[in-house]
């Protein structure tokens, strides 16, 4: 089986930059097979790249190819010691083990067959990892409303996106921009095809289909919305995010 090489650019949390992740995910779609991921050209990394390449790693071994993030064409330094500091590159076969810094840990959460999350584990890593570790001042309430209502854009992942491969986050603090980020990535349906999916039901196909995204999401983020079952009354967690 033959072998595509993506080279992975600087990637920072833009339109730009998120266009150009999908154009990664098209190629990988495309081509299939084995894939080697070059670090030539990256300079930098956010945490929503780094969490997206984890997945869509684990997301070409699913479908039995081979991943190989090729360590050696990463010339920069900062990009290895927060790709090192965060886990991710322990993860993916660089010998090194995460250590405590700006990083929030990279997690990968599949679920017991694919339904069931380590909620305790979740709530642990957004409680302590995240929100927890003194960069934002906040009370002890408020640290645990906030890491419930993130709590549900994990369960959200696998109970409605239908991901096979599961739920992939980190994120690092930003001292100098004043800015903590957490990234949590799934490789499933997507918000607005299960909006227009579940509208299907109450609304005109026409209508429906001319539902674009960003209205898809809008609709989403409305107080009491929710696409459960019989569920209107649970649709908080996103808004109050």
């Known amino acids: 089986?033959?072998?595509?090489?993506?080279?992975?650019?600087?990637?920072?949390?833009?339109?730009?930059?998120?266009?150009?992740?999908?154009?990664?995910?098209?190629?990988?779609?495309?081509?299939?097979?084995?894939?080697?991921?070059?670090?030539?050209?990256?300079?930098?990394?956010?945490?929503?790249?780094?969490?997206?390449?984890?997945?869509l790693a684990r997301l070409i071994e699913s479908r039995r190819g081979s991943v190989l993030f090729d360590w050696h064409t990463l010339r920069n330094h900062a990009v290895m010691v927060n790709l090192c500091q965060s886990g991710f590159a322990g993860t993916f076969a660089y010998p090194s083990s995460g250590w405590d810094g700006n990083s929030i840990p990279y997690r990968e959460d599949k679920g017991l067959d694919n339904k069931v999350l380590d909620m305790n584990g979740i709530m642990d890593y957004l409680t302590y990892g995240w929100i927890g570790r003194g960069w934002?001042?906040?009370?002890?309430?408020?640290?645990?409303?906030?890491?419930?209502?993130?709590?549900?854009?994990?369960?959200?992942?696998?109970?409605?996106?239908?991901?096979?491969?599961?739920?992939?986050?980190?994120?690092?603090?930003?001292?100098?921009?004043?800015?903590?980020?957490?990234?949590?990535?799934?490789?499933?349906?997507?918000?607005?095809a299960n909006v227009r999916s579940f509208l299907r039901q109450y609304v005109e196909e026409s209508l429906v289909s001319r539902l674009s995204g960003a209205a898809c999401l809008k609709w989403a983020f409305g107080r009491g919305n929710s696409t459960c079952a019989g569920g209107v009354a649970r649709g908080l967690g996103l808004d109050l995010l």
């Open 1 to 55: 089986m033959t072998e595509k090489v993506i080279e992975i650019p600087t990637l920072n949390d833009g339109p730009h930059d998120f266009a150009r992740l999908f154009g990664i995910w098209k190629a990988v779609n495309q081509n299939g097979g084995n894939v080697r991921f070059d670090f030539s050209r990256c300079n930098f990394l956010r945490p929503n790249a780094v969490a997206f390449l984890g997945g």
């Open 136 to 192: 934002v001042h906040v009370s002890d309430r408020l640290r645990d409303a906030i890491a419930g209502r993130m709590w549900e854009i994990y369960s959200n992942a696998i109970e409605h996106s239908g991901t096979k491969i599961g739920v992939f986050s980190c994120g690092q603090h930003y001292g100098r921009q004043n800015d903590l980020i957490l990234s949590v990535v799934d490789f499933g349906r997507g918000i607005p």
